[in-house]
């Protein structure tokens, strides 16, 4: 295979990959909190197919990961008590999930038996002092923006709203919670405030992930042509040297 086939495959795994990242943006353009996620390219120089001694070698495409925007969501009315949203962004609803410390924006919380505040998913929300703790005996809770939470007028516990210097301390994990992949500290999120009855909606655009797919497809169409071409040229060029 030629270098310009070797290059055009790097660039083909690329797009799949980028295929398979746009499509998880579209299916999740409803899902409370999502953060749009794009693919990184960069390019790695590689010793050519022939004349392997020659320099500069051929570029390859190279996948980097995954980049991830945490820009603000739409906040949606729900008139739900125990949904809460984050304005502010950047900032996250701190979690304890039985496997360590986790953090989300999704702010969909409900109460477990024991009336602590958890994650559909189970995971425990976490306040200043720890759990959250209600009475369903005293009512429904009100949640100051501060995420201070009061039953009957008197505070119960205020949530644990965080952030963390750079955003690449973060990993994606599921359920929506996102785990400190670094040694990187959480700390207090003073500036962002939290609003009760309202749910952080996807920032995802389903217009533009739509417009990126016919990109991707086109561009991978483009780049098989080109190898097609190469492979043929090469398929002449040996004919014409056999029938000299």
């Keep these: 295979m030629e ?3 070797y290059v055009g495959l790097s660039r083909q795994m690329t797009l ?3 295929l ?12 409370t909190g999502f953060k749009v996620e794009q693919l990184l390219l960069g390019a790695e120089i590689g010793e050519r197919a022939r004349n392997a001694f020659v320099r500069p070698g051929v570029s390859f495409v190279l996948d980097n990961g995954i980049g991830r925007d945490y820009g603000q969501g739409a906040l949606e009315q729900t008139g739900r008590n125990l ?5 502010g962004e950047g900032a996250f609803f701190k979690l304890n999930d039985g496997a360590g410390e986790a953090y989300t924006r999704d702010g969909a919380f409900t109460l477990d038996p024991e009336g602590r505040l958890t994650t559909e998913g189970g995971a425990v929300v976490q306040g200043d002092g720890g759990e959250i703790i209600l009475d369903r005996a005293l009512g429904e809770p009100a949640v100051a923006p501060d995420g201070t939470i009061s039953q009957n007028g008197n505070p119960v516990g205020r949530l644990s709203i965080v952030r963390f210097d750079a955003l690449a301390a973060l ?9 400190n992949a670094s040694n990187a500290a959480a700390i207090e999120a003073t ?3 939290v609003r009760q009855g309202m749910l952080e909606g996807s920032n995802v655009n389903p217009i533009l992930e739509i417009t990126n797919l016919i990109e991707i497809q086109r561009a991978y ?12 040229l090469s398929r002449r060029a040996v004919e014409r040297l056999g029938r000299a």
Excluded: H, P, Q
Aim: no cysteine; aromatic share 4%; hydrophobic share 35%.
């Design 20 to 31: 398979d990242i746009v499509a998880n943006n579209i299916a999740n353009a409803d899902t």
């Design 221 to 232: 169409e483009s780049v098989t042509r080109m190898i097609e071409n190469a492979n043929d």
């Design 3 to 5: 270098n310009a086939a």
């Design 191 to 193: 500036d962002a405030r």
């Design 171 to 179: 990993e994606k994990g599921g359920d929506g919670l996102y785990r």
């Design 83 to 87: 949904d809460f949203a984050i304005e």
């Design 16 to 18: 799949r990959r980028e």
